[in-house]
């Protein structure tokens, strides 16, 4: 038995356009899956009658046709992969795989074969090319020619329409034919794909409300179509462009949508339509009878239908679809919202719908158009924070080829039973929130191990462990008394003023008498004060800062606490990770390790955490001992006694306040207009004629105070 061969780089050709996706061979059967659809087309060995390799741009094509006429065509290989892929057809398949000639002369003039579904155009002995009869829509006859349609590809730049044969009267082309031409057209509209709505339709529909393409239509469902007709279009969709059947009821429970994936898509002008959304009520009932007689619905469709059917129209037009296109139908999963909905109301740019978690992607209904979202394509999701509300959040799903849909405005009470379900489809989860380094939700918000919460939890807990005492200020940190700091020059009625500085205060006190002050004396006088800052500022020392917590361990003998299980693993890898890495910085270094600690499982971190417990049994002995040896008392009492000089300072921080906002007053005062009108100083002067006797009592406790505020005061006074 030979092992599996895998290539993701390999391309299907389908209608002129080549579409990549997955192939593999197996000792059974060749699966090719498509990267766009996800559609998987399975050849059992059986089946293949011939294996040849062609010429393909340079490298090798693979071209299987199997017993029943249909040619498939699988491509690019390398000249190394095809003496490989040889052997194992050989061994597994028991079929040759040789090479098969092209003729490249450019003939125009040839014989035409027709073998199963495939028509083929020999020149000279040699083929010139290969036309798949299932992609001919029509085929009309002429004199003496015969005229092939072609149905358009959406999916390659460029679409063959139409060709056309020449046949001569001499001879005929398919031998024992009396009409070559009509032999010849017979031929090909006998594998051709024509859509032709010739017969009676097995069900009908009518006004099925749809909402894209938007509008009422005429459903028609016969075996091989459907068609839709509205007042304006009709469109045709053969059963073979359908990929996937969705039905899911809407949040209202009332209403439930019925939704078709289509490809190639439904074309309104140079609009596209990949999913056809048909909308219905749950109370809408009907009554249909096939057409068909018991004895054919059993030959064609193993008894799935009857010839009666009654019940919910979306359940009997479901049920239809479901048959003749031979797919399952997607229903809503486990998810369940927080009114045991199975959908989530949320905005997509700016449009209202609905998003449902199914079991292997997210579908995201609304108005215009239908987002279908598959699990294995998700590189991550992260829950956001909407703009500045608390009421919602944002879901952001990035895409592996790139794209990112946000799905905003989603209810708060939804985020458990989203962040649980996605959890368990092991989909990557970022939590973040927008413009904030902290998860979304303390409890669920985080989907893996962060290294800085669980330092910071760990700090948290020594905290603890101190048993209430309070932290002391910085040993170093002086009063600015002690110095002669700048406080003291501006707001100590004792310090020394310079001329300038008496100049300053009189004309800021005495703004009112018409501006006597000189600009440039002010100016002087401050460039002087920076000055005098300044050279204080550089003569005091700089005294090294050391931290609180360092000299309490050094100094009260506490044991230091044990690091987690992730440190621990960190500190034996993180040699080998900046071996694997060279160059790494340090930030990228723990990002890395952060994201390999998260993928590794439970086994594998189970040897780090019983060390850690281990560390931190013995930790816990350590802290009783040297909380019992009376260390912890004497460090208790220590903070306490640290406590005296941050009274004081703050003694002299509130005797410092009122002297400031004096000053700031006394100089708001001084800056208004210089000029009074006559009622303004009459007024002002019977009122301080009436509260003169208040204001002397003010002036006499202020002066014991400050003799500068009192000198004001009797000033304003005598005025």
């Known amino acids: 038995m030979s092992e599996n061969l895998e290539f993701d780089d390999i391309s299907q050709e389908f209608m002129g356009a080549m579409m990549p996706g997955k192939l593999k061979f197996t000792n059974n059967e060749i699966i090719f899956k498509q990267g766009k659809t996800g559609n998987v087309e399975t050849i059992a060995s059986d089946q293949i009658d011939l294996l040849n390799w062609q010429r ?17 065509r699988f491509g690019p290989f390398r000249e190394a992969l095809r003496e490989k892929l040889s052997k194992f057809f050989s061994n597994s398949f028991e079929l040759p795989c040789e090479e098969r000639d092209l003729c490249i002369k450019g003939w125009n003039w040839g014989t035409a074969r027709f073998k199963g579904k495939v028509l083929t155009f020999d020149i000279a002995g040699n083929p010139a090319f290969e036309l798949p009869l299932n992609q001919v829509s029509n085929c009309t006859t002429g004199k003496n020619e015969v005229i092939m349609e072609f149905h358009q590809s959406d999916v390659a730049p460029v679409s063959m329409m139409e060709l056309r044969f020449h046949i001569p009267t001499s001879g005929d082309v398919v031998s024992g034919s009396e009409d070559a031409v009509e032999a010849f057209q017979e031929q090909v509209m006998s594998q051709a794909s024509v859509i032709s709505a010739t017969g009676d339709a097995m069900a009908s529909f009518k006004e099925i409300q749809c909402l894209t393409p938007r509008g009422r239509y005429e459903f028609k469902i016969y075996q091989k179509f459907v068609h839709l007709h509205g007042k304006t279009f009709d469109y045709k969709i053969p059963m073979t462009t359908v990929l996937r059947l969705f039905l899911l009821p809407h949040n209202d429970n009332r209403q439930i949508f019925f939704v078709m994936n289509l490809d190639p898509p439904i074309k309104q002008g140079m609009t596209r339509y990949p999913f056809l959304i048909l909308l219905f009520n749950k109370e809408d009932e009907t009554t249909l009878e096939l057409p068909q007689s018991e004895k054919e619905l059993e030959s064609k469709f193993g008894g799935k239908l009857e010839k009666e059917m009654t019940g919910p129209t979306y359940e009997i037009l479901s049920r239809l679809m479901r048959v003749l296109v031979g797919r399952k139908i997607t229903s809503p999963g486990s998810f369940r919202g927080k009114n045991k909905s199975v959908c989530v109301p949320c905005t997509y740019k700016a449009s209202a719908g609905y998003v449902y978690p199914l079991e292997r992607s997210f ?25 500045g509300s608390t009421r919602s959040f944002d879901i952001e799903v990035e895409m592996k080829g790139g794209p990112l849909h946000t799905f905003s405005s989603i209810a708060k009470d939804e985020q458990g039973n989203l962040y649980d379900y996605i959890s368990q489809k092991k989909l990557k989860i ?24 669980e330092r910071v939890k760990a700090e948290a807990e020594e905290d603890d462990d101190d048993d209430g005492d309070e932290e002391s200020e910085d040993e170093d940190f002086k009063l600015p008394a002690e110095e002669g700091s700048d406080v003291d020059l501006e707001y100590d009625s004792n310090a020394s003023s310079t001329p300038s500085e008496d100049e300053d205060d009189d004309g800021a006190g005495g703004g009112g008498g018409g501006g006597s002050g000189d600009d440039s004396a002010k100016k002087s006088s401050k460039k002087k004060k920076k000055k005098e800052k300044e050279k204080k500022k550089e003569s005091k020392p700089r005294k090294e800062r050391t931290s609180k917590k360092k000299q309490k361990r050094e100094d009260d003998g506490r044991p230091k606490r044990p690091p987690t299980a992730y440190f621990l693993w960190l500190n034996e890898n993180r040699e080998k990770i900046k071996s694997k890495n060279p160059g790494i910085s340090v930030t990228e270094l723990t990002k890395k390790a952060g994201e390999m600690w998260r993928e590794m499982g439970p086994s594998d971190k189970k040897e780090h955490e019983a060390k850690q417990e281990e560390l931190k049994k013995k ?37 410092s306040s009122p002297r400031k906002s004096a000053t700031a007053a006394s100089a708001s005062g001084g800056s208004g207009s210089g000029f009074k009108s006559k009622e303004y100083i009459e007024s002002d002067d019977s009122s301080s004629d009436d509260d003169s006797p208040k204001k002397g009592k003010k002036s006499k406790k202020s002066e014991n105070e400050d003799s500068g505020s009192a000198s004001s005061d009797s000033g304003g006074d005598s005025d």
Request: net charge positive; hydrophobic share 35%; aromatic share 10%.
């Open 56 to 72: 393909l741009a340079g490298k090798w094509g693979l071209r299987v046709f199997t017993k029943d006429g249909v040619l498939h």
């Open 430 to 453: 970022k939590s973040k929130g927008k413009g904030d380094d902290g998860p979304l939700d303390d409890d669920k918000g985080h989907a893996g191990h962060d290294a800085y919460l």
């Open 363 to 387: 579908l995201y209904i609304y108005k215009p158009q239908v987002i279908y979202v598959k699990f294995e394509e998700v590189l991550s999701v992260n829950f956001a924070r909407s703009g």
């Open 619 to 655: 930790y816990d002995a350590e802290m009783s001992e040297w909380k019992a040896s009376g260390k912890a008392a004497a460090a208790s009492a220590a903070a306490k006694a640290t406590k005296s000089p941050t009274k004081e300072k703050q003694a002299r921080k509130t005797e």
